[in-house]
């Protein structure tokens, strides 16, 4: 795969169908280790993706009201997607430090690595923040682990400053995640 999208290359960023599910497990399956930290055994990674990312659970993901799923693609083939849950937080650890309400979270946003560095992730980041403005939210915020140095980059030039910390659960291995908050009063206004 390409590492940057190219001009003759067409990326568009849509909502997800239920026709997707397949799609969304599979880049969920290829993505969702590259976010867990250094020593994350395999095993564990996978059976997370079982539970939590199978095709099932993305076909229910997509019929749920609470939540919104687009899909980016290059040339009509799945290479990023993100989901959106809104609502108050459940964490108490995340609804201490979220600032704003009605608040979002970005629950995923995961690119294929033949995409990283395309503009990708930022086209969806944006897609996503027009959808939580267009259903009445004041903020966006997220966990991302503490050590995923790129991702937290990312964030913060993507204008999500960090607020807090949180715990999230691999295998039987409690990980370390900042948590992450955008406040729309501080983000340019929509085009």
Known sequence: ???????????????????DAAALH????ATFPLACPPGTLRRDMDAFVATHLSREKMTGYLADPH??????EVDGRA????????????????SAVVTVRPTVELSKLYVHTGHHG???????VEASLRRALRRGARGVWLGV???????????EKSGFGLVG???FLVGNRWEDDFVRELRF???PTPR
């Open 67 to 72: 939540r919104e799923l687009l899909l980016a």
């Open 185 to 187: 009063e501080s983000w």
């Open 145 to 155: 682990n503490q050590l995923n140095e790129r991702a937290n980059a990312f964030y």
């Open 26 to 29: 599979e880049l969920a399956a």
């Open 165 to 167: 910390t949180k715990r």
């Open 79 to 94: 290479a990023g997607y993100t989901m959106l849950i809104f609502g108050e937080p459940g964490d108490p650890d995340v």
């Open 1 to 19: 795969m390409p590492t940057t999208a190219s001009a003759k290359e067409r990326v568009v960023v849509r909502q997800a169908r239920p026709a």
């Open 118 to 124: 395309s503009g990708i992730a930022a086209r969806l």
